[in-house]
């Protein structure tokens, strides 16, 4: 492999400065995050600007004090050692003020960089509760959304910090070249331009690690991934069972060598660079050492003034050479917090209309010619769909994986919108609903429903947000999901901690967390549409026939939409629609379907035999 160091390309000025667009906005961010903090930072790094020139100066005057007063005791005089002492006493005391602003820099620091660090982490969070599905279902979004959360808590800070480091280093610089100015504007000049190649280089390599860093987060992602599988309780039982532990490590290693080699070949390069360019830049501090040291030879500057020429020579060399660092710093900075933003001026999708009630109670549901394809799909999910469904009516949706089932309930509940047709609810679009009323409306139940790390009454609660601490609600929900049996059996009932990943959490049967599941949806009391998309997958059909008929007695006012594999249940629905392909094959009721010697009926046939 090649460690060769070829030449940096050029970096376009004009896309340079753009990059630098987000240090107002990372500022604004900081000072609203907390204003006292950053105004004490602001003042402190001023101070820390300031004070190292004092010293420097102040350290000249002690050594040609003390110059002074050895002449005047080798000519046999008395020497005046008062001054050097104040000098001295001077010096200590800027030294130790440096000592103490670099501790309130520290200290400001800190709280901001935890501050800032939930700040950003809840601006994320927010503007993922104003997305759309169909964002989080996207490969590319759900990429940008990992680099935003990767870097992005920290980035702010990390530009304000170099900001007012630039700021500090300024300032050191523009008291040290005062100083130096009385020497040679030309030690200014090689102070300054010494510095600039490196800084040109580390810029370029800036650049350079975050094109890596965007075109790696896929395998990145992957590595978080293989390490939630590798790692996770809900993981394990199937890793262990099927070994596949040495595999999925295999596979870890690889993605990570892969990023390692990648890296490892930028950080050679950088770093050859740099040492290169570096000795440029002691090249030019000892050929100005030479130059200063001659001069006090010949006379022309005192002892005093060589010490402090030196000193305020390396010192500058020092801010230059931090100055050219943060700014190049910066540049880095806001590479990555254009991921940040990239993420937070995502486009919100147009909301639905303002519409809380319906015209027309009795119109119930109503699908006409529905088509809708998933983004990037080649094939539609559903196509021509056409439905109508009444209050207090009970609907079975069948047909294999696949066949746009689920798919018709995210219609419904307003997660995707139809590329075609039209979806009415009590006499209007659903577009025309506001989208909160329309969701209070419908209590669906999916099969893949989360089972949350939280106590019973909580998971239980999550149904209604609005009556999350409800514990009346909790009971009567848990009562008509058929779930309070068990529940009273639980430790401390309501209040059990449920799930593995905190102490002394209680994991429930497969079962027992559908019937948690069930009972989620009845806490929305005021839900006039309540869809169980295949939640009771996981019971007999002994239970599942029995949960669907309390199902049914529970939503005689209501539309009842059950979505299951097991036809002895979905028969006693009063219309069964049957799916394939994203499209309604056939429907009627179980006597009808069963005469007319279909797909259902050849189904129906199919399972019965099991249970001859």
């Known amino acids: 492999m090649s460690t060769s160091l070829p030449s940096p390309p050029p970096i376009a000025l004009e896309r340079y400065l753009g990059v630098y667009r987000y240090s107002r906005r990372a500022l604004e961010l900081v000072w609203s995050t907390h204003q006292g903090l950053t105004i004490a930072l602001a003042a402190f790094t001023i101070s820390a600007g300031l004070l190292p020139a004092g010293v420097a100066y102040v350290g000249k005057l002690i050594i040609d004090a003390v110059v002074a007063a050895i002449a005047v005791s080798q000519s046999g005089g008395e020497p005046a050692y008062t001054p050097v002492l104040i000098y001295v006493i001077v010096e200590g005391a800027l030294v130790a003020a440096i000592a103490a602003i670099q501790r309130g820099i520290g200290f400001c620091q800190t709280l901001l960089r935890v501050l800032l660090s939930e700040r950003v982490n809840i601006l994320i969070l927010e503007k993922a509760l104003t997305l759309e599905l169909a964002q989080f279902e996207d490969s590319e979004f759900y990429d940008k959304l990992n680099r935003a959360r990767q870097e992005a808590s920290s980035r702010p800070l990390s530009l304000v910090n170099r900001t007012f480091g630039l700021a500090q280093h300024s300032i050191s610089l523009v008291s040290y070249a005062v100083l130096l100015l009385q020497f040679s504007p030309w030690a200014v000049g090689i102070l300054i331009l010494a510095g600039i190649p490196a800084f040109v280089a580390e810029t370029h390599f800036s650049s350079s690690r975050f094109r890596i860093f965007r075109h790696r987060s896929p395998d990145r992602r992957k590595l978080m991934y293989l390490e939630t599988v590798l790692a996770r309780e809900d993981h394990a039982k199937e890793v262990q069972l099927f070994q596949l532990g040495p595999e999925l490590l295999k596979r870890y290693r690889k993605i990570f060598k892969m990023l390692f080699d990648e890296e490892r070949d930028l950080t050679i390069r950088r770093d050859g660079w740099g040492l290169g360019l570096g000795l440029l830049t002691n090249l030019a ?24 020429y030196l000193l305020v020579f390396k010192q500058g060399q020092s801010s230059v050479s931090s100055m050219l660092s943060g700014i190049g710093g910066m540049y880095e900075d806001n590479l990555y917090l254009s991921n940040l933003y990239d993420y937070l001026e995502q486009p919100i999708p147009a909301r639905h209309g303002a519409t809380l009630t319906g015209t027309d109670y009795a119109a119930g549901l109503v699908f006409e010619d529905v088509s809708f394809t998933y983004p990037g799909a080649s094939h539609p999910a559903l196509r021509n769909i056409s439905l109508g469904i009444k209050p207090g009516q009970s609907i079975g949706i069948v047909g294999r994986n696949g066949s746009g089932k689920t798919t018709l309930i995210k219609l419904l509940a307003g997660l995707y919108e139809p590329d075609h047709g039209q979806i009415r609810y009590q006499g209007l679009d659903l577009a025309q609903w506001d989208q909160a009323a329309l969701r209070s409306s419908i209590g669906v139940i999916f099969q893949d429903f989360n089972r949350y790390q939280l106590q019973v009454g909580e998971n239980i609660g999550v149904g209604d947000a609005t009556n999350l601490w409800n514990e009346q609600r909790w009971a009567e929900a848990a009562d008509m999901g058929q779930a309070a049996e ?43 549409i309540l869809v169980l998309d295949e939640p009771t997958a996981s019971m007999d059909a002994e239970t599942e026939a029995e949960i669907f008929e309390h199902f049914r007695s529970l939503t005689e006012d209501k539309i009842a939409i059950l979505i299951s594999h097991r036809f002895a249940t979905v028969r006693r629905a009063d219309l069964i629609v049957v799916m394939d392909q994203g499209e309604i094959v056939e429907r009627g009721s179980h006597e009808e379907l069963v005469a007319l010697q279909g797909r259902y009926a050849k189904l129906f046939e199919l399972q019965a035999r099991g249970y001859r």
């Open 285 to 308: 501090f000892y050929c100005a050492y030479a130059w200063i040291a001659v001069s006090t030879i010949q006379g022309a500057i005192t002892l005093g003034q060589m010490a402090m």
């Open 486 to 528: 068990f529940i009273e059996r639980l430790p401390q009932r309501y209040n059990t901690q449920l799930g593995r990943w905190f102490h002394s959490g209680q994991e429930l049967s497969a079962g027992q967390w559908q019937r948690i599941a069930l009972a989620r949806a009845f806490m929305r009391s005021a839900a006039k």
